[in-house]
Every structure is written in structure tokens, then in C-alpha cells.
């Protein structure tokens, strides 16, 4: 009774019907709208999942961090939760920490000094400040790869949607013009059909596609500024215990 029920509802779905009663042009402009909407909801999720992850993991490290400040450049940091997720703050700190080892290590050779006295300069430390925008732009970019294709979806699919919508009412017009009859109808019935449907998916893969797009896009902004924020605090930490204080 059950599978009953439900095969009729799925043959009474217009969306059902539009497939049957659509030519191969029809069916073609079908398969490529689903294709979209599998492409952006995998996109959608996949990247809120990486989002959301490397958000996690870099509080932690923040913590971490915070409670070994007083060591800048000797943090240690032992991931227990997604080791395979980036963590997009201890990506910055570790590309501070050898940068800066490597000038505390060049200013010691240079300057012949004891390694507990050796200091950073003030040309040193704008040093790691392109460093750690460098790399701060690069996290940034890994969150963002593929979300091009989003803004893409958004465009695409309204304008499949209308292809589908042209052919459908050219159908209709073709079938009025022929001679009356239960084919012409069936001829005109799958037009609408065809030309209605495709308006629809096109409009339901666009409408996520672009506030899943501005919401990933916003999320990873902000986050991009958490990193500058991190950056600015490792720095300047580093510069309290380092700097070279010139008189």
C-alpha cells in the first residue's frame, strides 16, 4: 500500500511529469540543472565543513598560545581533534617562528653575540609583518578555492532555467499551430510543463547557491581578520621580547 501511495505521488510530480513528457533538448536541460544544484550543495557543504573545522582548530592554538606567551618562539602545541583539518593559526605562527629564528640566528652571526642576547631590529620585525600577510593571504585563498564556481551556479542557473523556459513555450507555440488533436495537446501540455519546471530548479539552485556564497564569503572575511588579529598578537609579543631597543 505504502509503495503504492508513493509511486503515485511521484508519477502525479510535475516535476516527474515534466521529465516524461519533455524531448531529449528538454531531458538534456534537466540533467544539467540537477548536475548544478549536485555541484553547488556538495560545494556548500564541503566548504562549511572545512570552515567550520579550521575555525575550531585555530581557537585552540589561540588558547594554547595565550597561556605560553610568555615564550613566544618556544609554543608547543600537540593537536588532539581533526589532524587532518588546516589550522589556519598555527599555520601563521609557525611561519613567524622560523622567520624570526632565522633573523635571530643571522643578526647572531653578524653581530657575534651570545643566542640569549641576540635581538630583533626594527627592519626585522616589518620583516614578519610581510610574512605573516603573506600568509595569512595564502590561508585565505585555500578557504575561498571553489567558490568561484558558487557565483558561477548563480548566474548558470537562472539562465538554464530560462533556456529550458523558451524551448518549453516554443514547444507550446509549435504544438497551437499544428492541427488540433490528443497528440497536438499532449505536444502543448509537455511545452508548459517543460518551460514552468525549469524556471523553478533553476531559481531553487540559484537562491542557496548565492546565500551560501555570500555567507561563505562573509565567514572566510571575517575569519581573514581573526588571522590579521592573531598575526598582530604574535607579533608583537615577539617585538616585547626581542626588540632591539635602539638609544
Not at 508519477?11 to 528538454?26: I, R
Not at 553547488?40 to 589561540?62: A, D, G, N, Q
Not at 588558547?63 to 599555520?91: C, D, G, M, W
Not at 525549469?198 to 546565500?211: D, E, K
Request: with cysteine; glycine share 6%.
Amino acid at each position: 500500500m505504502c509503495i503504492h501511495s508513493f509511486l503515485l505521488a511521484t508519477a502525479q510530480n510535475p516535476f516527474v511529469t515534466a521529465w516524461f513528457e519533455s524531448d531529449f533538448l528538454g531531458k538534456i536541460i534537466f540533467i544539467g540543472l540537477i548536475c548544478l544544484s549536485i555541484i553547488s550543495w556538495t560545494i556548500l557543504i564541503h566548504k562549511w565543513w572545512i570552515t567550520m573545522r579550521v575555525k575550531e582548530e585555530s581557537v585552540l592554538f589561540k588558547r594554547s598560545f595565550l597561556e605560553q606567551k610568555q615564550h613566544p618562539l618556544e609554543v608547543s602545541y600537540a593537536r588532539t581533534t581533526h589532524p587532518e583539518t588546516p589550522n589556519a593559526f598555527h599555520i601563521v605562527y609557525e611561519v613567524l617562528k622560523g622567520k624570526a629564528a632565522e633573523l635571530l640566528e643571522k643578526n647572531r652571526r653578524v653581530k657575534g653575540e651570545e643566542k640569549e642576547s641576540t635581538m630583533l631590529s626594527a627592519s626585522d620585525i616589518a620583516l614578519l609583518e610581510t610574512h605573516a600577510t603573506s600568509t595569512i593571504s595564502s590561508v585565505t585563498k585555500y578557504l575561498e578555492r571553489n567558490l568561484y564556481l558558487l557565483s558561477t551556479i548563480v548566474t548558470l542557473s537562472p539562465f538554464l532555467g530560462l533556456l529550458g523556459t523558451v524551448y518549453g513555450i516554443l514547444g507550446t507555440f509549435s504544438g497551437l499551430s499544428g492541427e488540433a488533436g490528443l497528440g497536438i495537446n499532449q505536444q502543448v501540455l509537455g511545452g508548459l510543463s517543460l518551460a514552468l519546471t525549469t524556471t523553478v530548479l533553476g531559481l531553487i539552485n540559484a537562491i542557496p547557491a548565492l546565500v551560501g556564497y555570500n555567507y561563505l564569503k562573509n565567514s572566510i572575511s571575517d575569519f581573514d581578520h581573526e588571522m590579521e588579529r592573531f598575526a598582530t598578537e604574535v607579533l608583537s609579543t615577539v617585538n616585547m621580547h626581542y626588540r632591539n631597543v635602539e638609544v
